[in-house]
């Protein structure tokens, strides 16, 4: 074909997507090159006045009253004036600055921060006071408070959780008649065994809804401490016995409180090398592409390193659990825990 229909070609459309505001379109550009091609895509077939009209349509746009820093390219025309451009020694649009670039957005009106974070809370969730915050995990319940000099201070408080007794049931009343009718510590360990085994399932806490296998644990507590109290005090108050049996009898109730709590396996949930909180699932995968990015030798390193190291020495807790600076250190908050042992 010829360079005059290609510029007069490449000036129209051009023209025509300055005019509305967008780049110029593959299809666009290509049909252009198909006419300068003579319609034969396999092999560029250009003259040199051809190349250079395609290529660096600059001067002639700026003649024909072309805006030339409204001129875009969308990302396929490019992709096709830059596989031409590979083939010649020309450069690609010197004088179109706008065309590898998307449109610049307007920027957003300035706002102090203080009306940033204003704006922000009010997307927000309020969760309100952190005094009031609860959670109530496997292990432990959770608070975000404690008292100090006569004021509430933010801080992660961690208990012992506490279990209470879905369906509470009083054995020693329900076998009042059988306990009151022994009168020695053998016949007391008899209807001992009796009991025991009539109320496995219950002294077990089998089949009371819990959220986890540490609640359960947790109710079948709380039903052999209120037994074993109560039995205590019943067994007391039984003039039937003799001082020998008296003291005798205590050990015997010791005994059932012993099998109670013994004699089974305790598959408790509690956190593992692998999935403890933060250390391995959030800490350690981050810091090992960072590692895998990082000049091996350089100080950027070593220290990526030692952070790693520590994780694995520290807080992988081989003893099951982490040392209070460690945590303290990582949560940036006081750790303050009330164990009741």
Do not use: C
């Amino acid at each position: 074909m010829s360079t005059v229909g290609v510029t007069n070609r490449m000036t129209a459309i051009i023209k025509n997507a300055v005019a509305e505001d967008r780049p110029v379109t593959a299809n666009e550009f290509k049909s252009v090159v198909d006419y300068a091609n003579g319609w034969d895509w396999s092999e560029f077939g250009f003259s040199d006045g051809e190349k250079k009209a395609l290529l660096q349509p600059g001067s002639y746009l700026k003649a024909a009253g072309v805006d030339l820093s409204k001129v875009r390219f969308d990302s396929d025309a490019l992709k096709i004036a830059e596989k031409i451009a590979s083939r010649t020694s020309l450069e690609l649009f010197p004088l179109i600055t706008a065309a590898r670039t998307a449109p610049v957005p307007d920027a957003p009106a300035e706002t102090s921060v203080r009306e940033a974070f204003n704006r922000a809370l009010e997307r927000g969730t309020d969760l309100g006071s952190y005094a009031n915050w609860k959670v109530r995990t496997a292990g432990a319940d959770v608070t975000f408070k404690t008292e100090g000099a006569g004021k509430t201070w933010p801080a992660l408080v961690i208990d012992k959780p506490t279990f209470t007794d879905p369906e509470p049931r009083d054995i020693v009343a329900e076998n009042a008649d059988k306990l009151a009718a022994v009168t020695t510590a053998a016949e007391l360990e008899g209807v001992l065994d009796e009991i025991l085994a009539a109320e496995k399932t219950y002294f077990a806490a089998e089949g009371v809804d819990v959220r986890d296998v540490n609640e359960g644990y947790g109710i079948a507590n709380v039903r052999r401490q209120a037994f074993v109290s109560a039995l205590r005090t019943a067994i007391s108050a039984n003039t039937a016995f003799s001082p020998a049996d008296q003291v005798s009898a205590k050990g015997v109730i010791e005994g059932a409180n012993i099998e109670l709590a013994t004699g089974r396996t305790f598959e408790m949930k509690v956190g593992s090398h692998t999935n403890y909180w933060p250390y391995w699932d959030n800490y350690l995968p981050p810091l090992e592409k960072m590692l895998g990015q990082t000049e091996e030798g350089s100080a950027a390193h070593s220290q990526i390193m030692n952070r790693i190291r520590d994780i694995h020495r520290r807080k992988t807790a081989h003893n099951r659990s982490i040392m209070e600076r460690d945590f303290e250190k990582s949560i940036g908050m006081a750790l303050i825990y009330s164990p009741m042992f």
